[in-house]
Structure formats: structure tokens, C-alpha cells
């Protein structure tokens, strides 16, 4: 799982302060707001909501509009949409697996966008069911290394339900089961070891080893889903190796 946990890591570093910011704060403000909605707009007694907030504060979205994202969310201001999750799965090139996440107002719209990216980039829609069995869901965080160890990080978040740390370069990566996600990251919080984010997430059981061609073809395909506006994840069972992410820049 590592060769896409750390492209996806990458990635975001670089949407922060690329021309893609204004997609990836829409997508942190929808969090906010779905969160706000399902558990209450008190980030003290609402986990996720606080998880939200803090990813959506640690990519320099703006205070006030993770403020109003929180009292739309809440009902204690107006506006706040329904949004409704839907998973889409397909297949990319060179048979890599693809769970598609989207957070829409507007089911027919999110089905078209997602359709036409996967057809435009050398991908197909695929039934229900027949993707999602390669994945499990997992809580992961991200812990900047700084001048932590894998064994300081593994110390502080065993007790606390981890199921394993992995090395991403620049980051460790702390797995979990979704339900032990919050103790995780508090048992970050009481080691003092500061973390970037902490979500559920997809990964996958089995990954697709590419080659810089392959590996091409899947991050323009990765990317076209994600410029889509009701898409808000892609998870993908694809393998890179550091040569070929290197290779590919």
C-alpha cells in the first residue's frame, strides 16, 4: 500500500500550493460541512468534525470559511446542501482497481462527470461490488517524521489500536481499523507527536505493480477524476515504485 499512500501524500503537499488549492479546499470545506451535519457542530464531542477542521487548517483554508462550512453544516446558519456519499468503482488502465468517492448534490451530474473522465483516460465503469472486495476500510494518519522515529511513532499508537506503521519517505503512515482511529490520533496528541491528517480511508489487499508508462497513464486518469467537482476521493490499488515516481516527477 505504500507505493500509493505515498503518492497520495505528495500529491497533496503539492495541491496546497498549486493552481488545484481553490479544488482542495471545496472538498475540505464539504467534509466540514457533512461532518458539522451528521455529529453536531461541537468539534469537543464530534471526532470526525475536529479531524476535519484540522486537515481543512493545516492546508491554509481560511478561518471564516471553515467557520460558516461548521454553522452551515450545523443548521445554525443557511445554505448548507445535501450532500449524499456515492461510491462509483472502475477499472484504469493496466487493470488497476478504482473506488471513486463522491460527495454530491446532484446524482445524475456525478455520474456523468465520473463516467466521461474514466472513458476520456482508458478507464471503464464497473458493477457494484465488483472492485470493492480489494479494498478494506481502514483509519490512517499521516505523521510528518521531523525528527521522529518509526519507533518512537509505534511506541505512542500501539496500545491505542494500531495495526501497523508504514514509511512513506517523508512520512509515516499509522493504519488502523476505522473504530480505533480516534484513540490513535489522541494517543498522537499525548506523545506529543504532531500528525497532518487523520481519516478513514480505502486500501487496498492486492496492488498493481506499474511501470513509468502504466504509472503515467493512472496519475492522468487519477487526476481527471479528481478535477471532477462532487468527486472528493480516489482510491486506487495501484504499486510505484521510488525509481518510477522519480521517473514519472
Known amino acids: 500500500?505504500?507505493?500509493?499512500?505515498?503518492?497520495?501524500?505528495?500529491?497533496?503537499?503539492?495541491?496546497?500550493?498549486?493552481?488545484?488549492?481553490?479544488?482542495?479546499?471545496?472538498?475540505?470545506?464539504?467534509?466540514?460541512?457533512?461532518?458539522?451535519?451528521?455529529?453536531?457542530?461541537?468539534?469537543a464531542g464530534n471526532p470526525t468534525l475536529f479531524d476535519a477542521i484540522q486537515k481543512a487548517r493545516k492546508s491554509s483554508v481560511p478561518v471564516d470559511n471553515i467557520d460558516r462550512a461548521v454553522k452551515r453544516g450545523s443548521g445554525a446558519e443557511a445554505g448548507g446542501a445535501d450532500w449524499q456519499t456515492i461510491m462509483y468503482e472502475g477499472y484504469g488502465p493496466n487493470g488497476v482497481a478504482l473506488l471513486i468517492e463522491c460527495l454530491t448534490d446532484n446524482r445524475n451530474r456525478a455520474a456523468t462527470e465520473v463516467r466521461t473522465a474514466l472513458t476520456r483516460n482508458g478507464g471503464t465503469l464497473a458493477d457494484a461490488g465488483s472492485v470493492s472486495y480489494m479494498f478494506s476500510r481502514k483509519g490512517v494518519v499521516i505523521v510528518p517524521k521531523g525528527d521522529k522515529t518509526e519507533d518512537d511513532v509505534l511506541l505512542a499508537v500501539l496500545d491505542a489500536g494500531a495495526e501497523e506503521?508504514?514509511?512513506?519517505?517523508?512520512?509515516?503512515?499509522?493504519?488502523?481499523?476505522?473504530?480505533?482511529?480516534?484513540?490513535?490520533?489522541?494517543?498522537?496528541?499525548?506523545?506529543?507527536i504532531e500528525y497532518e491528517s487523520a481519516d478513514s480511508s480505502f486500501l487496498p489487499s492486492v496492488q498493481v505493480p506499474l511501470d513509468a508508462d502504466g504509472a503515467t497513464k493512472i496519475f492522468k486518469l487519477i487526476d481527471a477524476l479528481e478535477d471532477c467537482d462532487d468527486v472528493q476521493n480516489v482510491y486506487a490499488n495501484f504499486d510505484v515504485s521510488d525509481e518510477v515516481m522519480a521517473a514519472v516527477g
Request: proline share 3%; hydrophobic share 40%.
Open 165 to 192: 506503521v508504514n514509511d512513506l519517505g517523508e512520512a509515516f503512515e499509522v493504519v488502523s481499523e476505522p473504530t480505533d482511529l480516534v484513540a490513535v490520533r489522541t494517543a498522537l496528541q499525548e506523545a506529543e
Open 1 to 43: 500500500m505504500s507505493g500509493h499512500s505515498k503518492w497520495a501524500t505528495t500529491k497533496h503537499k503539492k495541491a496546497v500550493v498549486d493552481a488545484k488549492r481553490g479544488k482542495l479546499f471545496a472538498r475540505l470545506i464539504k467534509n466540514i460541512e457533512v461532518a458539522a451535519r451528521t455529529g453536531g457542530g461541537d468539534p
